[in-house]
């Protein structure tokens, strides 16, 4: 094995200094990637494939549903004490898949496209997330906890500026790029070509950092260390919550693309110049949630964003009365303003609370654990959600209000609902998620408060925050995403923690 993969027995400073340097640009790279290739991209590029609804929860499926690699990723990174290693073969294999895909137009039989996409997205994301259980533990060793925090804000905002602008660029080429070429697959096929380079750059940077030697594990067996977390009365309850709002969310999240583009009759550069708005909230919106967990707790937080998630999903059905008018595009961007405001919360103390609830001597099971329960969540409902689209296509339930005078005219109507197709889904989404913030009440976590303190809270900080980006200075806000989750890892000790309820 070439030296340069083996771990080393001590770093010094200078190579610490160089390895975060190098981690940095790894981390732009890898969301340049995620730019040209995931997302609404993808989603399109499967449209124009001839992918269904069905077609579109399996890819919305495969992400989460790798995440069952994780459990055999823990025994592997633990055999062979390489995570480098281990990290840069699995990434190559990786990021290459992004090439298979973009050839797929081009040298495979129309009636097998959509397959062979969903074999290639199965293995792209199988061997990520191997790369990504090793690259974590890796990273754990690797960066001094003192800074973490800062050094993945400053990682996340530079990773995120960058990925903003790529998104939109990737809105303007497919948009404006048809003149280029006679078909639109040679721009997708160019854009995926494009994340592949950039991937395998960062990997390039990736490569030549530092690994520290892993530490030996503690006594006890790894199958023991996966079943703690379940025994855990108060964590339990957090993986209940945590496992129903992610059904809850995948129900809908997975398709909103797929209304704007064919319900609301949307460019991609429209569709892709929402996602960044989404985004620059979500960075924006991060410092101000951080602050206020802080403050209260992260379940209080969970709870006030959590519901304003809820609520941005149950506005879809109205952007449509039963098509489009004067309100569908000021909605349709208030929905994904409010989005990216609600899942910075969301986002940031999920993983925040999990943390936290999780024993410092046994993090790395009880996180897995985690993982493990999200994805499978994750896995069932998209297919589920992509089933019932299909189902829900012709259907459509409309209720509206009518004066009718003297019996025979009517003064006026009005359609006080009008669903159909994918607005079902977007309702029984809310109704799940509104249930999965029940389950949340039960569980415990020290500081916590009343939602609606936490919600007055955010309109004051609301108001500071928008007095900040009304003028240009306050630009560098955007610039600004905290990375708290690995930052409040609670002290307690697993002796303390009840095993019953």
Not at 42 to 54: E, H, Q, V
Not at 123 to 143: E, H, K, P, Q, V
Not at 322 to 348: F, Q
């Amino acid at each position: 094995m070439p030296g340069w993969l083996r771990p080393q027995e001590t770093l010094d400073q200078v190579e610490v200094d160089r390895g975060l340097r190098l981690l940095l640009m790894d981390g732009v790279c890898s969301q340049i990637m995620g730019s040209f290739t995931g997302g609404a991209i993808m989603i399109a590029f499967a449209l124009m494939l001839g992918a269904s609804n069905t077609v579109i929860g399996i890819i919305a499926a495969i992400g989460p549903l790798t995440q069952l690699l994780q459990i055999p990723t823990i025994f592997l990174v633990e055999k062979i004490k390489q995570r480098k290693l281990i990290v840069v073969l699995t990434s190559f294999v990786s990021r290459v898949f992004w090439v298979a895909i973009a050839a797929v137009p081009w040298l495979v039989p129309e009636s097998a496209r959509v397959t062979l996409m969903l074999v290639f997205l199965v293995l792209y994301f199988g061997f990520a997330t191997i790369s990504g259980g090793a690259f974590n533990s890796w990273m754990r060793d690797f960066i001094p906890e003192k800074i973490m925090g800062r050094y993945f804000a400053k990682r996340m905002a530079a990773a995120t500026a960058v990925g903003a602008f790529c998104t939109f660029l990737s809105g303007l080429a497919l948009d404006y790029g048809k003149n280029l070429f006679s078909t639109p697959e040679g721009i997708y096929s160019t854009l995926f070509l494009a994340g592949a380079t950039a991937g395998l750059l960062g990997l390039g940077f990736l490569s030549a950092m530092p690994e520290p030697k892993m530490k030996i594990r503690s006594e006890g067996s790894m199958l023991s260390a996966l079943v703690a977390p379940f025994r855990d009365a108060n964590f339990r309850k957090l993986l209940s919550f945590l496992g129903s709002w992610n059904f809850a969310i995948n129900l809908a999240a997975p398709f909103f693309t797929v209304y704007m583009l064919k319900r609301l009759g949307l460019s991609m550069a429209w569709v892709l110049g929402l996602s960044v708005l989404s985004q620059i909230f979500n960075v924006l919106f991060f410092k101000v949630w951080g602050r206020l967990a802080d403050k209260f707790s992260n379940k209080s937080v969970l709870g006030a964003s959590g519901f304003l998630f809820v609520l941005s999903i149950a506005a879809w059905p109205f952007t449509t009365m039963p098509e489009k008018y004067m309100l569908t595009i000021p909605l349709i961007v208030v929905i994904h303003a409010l989005a990216g405001i609600s899942t910075a919360g969301v986002n940031l103390c999920a993983g925040n609370i999990a943390l936290k609830l999780a024993p410092r001597g046994a993090a790395t099971s009880y996180l897995a654990m985690n993982s493990l329960v999200n994805g499978i969540a994750a896995t069932i409902a998209p297919i589920l959600a992509g089933i019932a689209a299909d189902w829900f296509e012709k259907e459509r339930l409309s209720i509206a209000l009518k004066w009718i005078t003297r019996g025979e005219n009517t003064r006026f109507a009005f359609p006080a609902m009008d669903i159909k197709g994918l607005d079902f889904l977007f309702v029984i989404a809310s109704i799940f998620g509104l249930y999965a913030l029940h389950r949340l009440l039960a569980v415990r976590e020290e500081g916590e408060v009343e939602e609606k303190i936490v919600m007055n809270e955010l309109y004051a900080s609301v108001g500071k925050a928008f007095r900040h980006v009304s003028n240009v200075a306050g630009v560098r806000h955007l610039t600004y995403f905290p990375y708290w989750v690995l930052k409040n890892i609670s002290p307690a000790d697993n002796d303390e923690r009840k095993t019953n309820d």
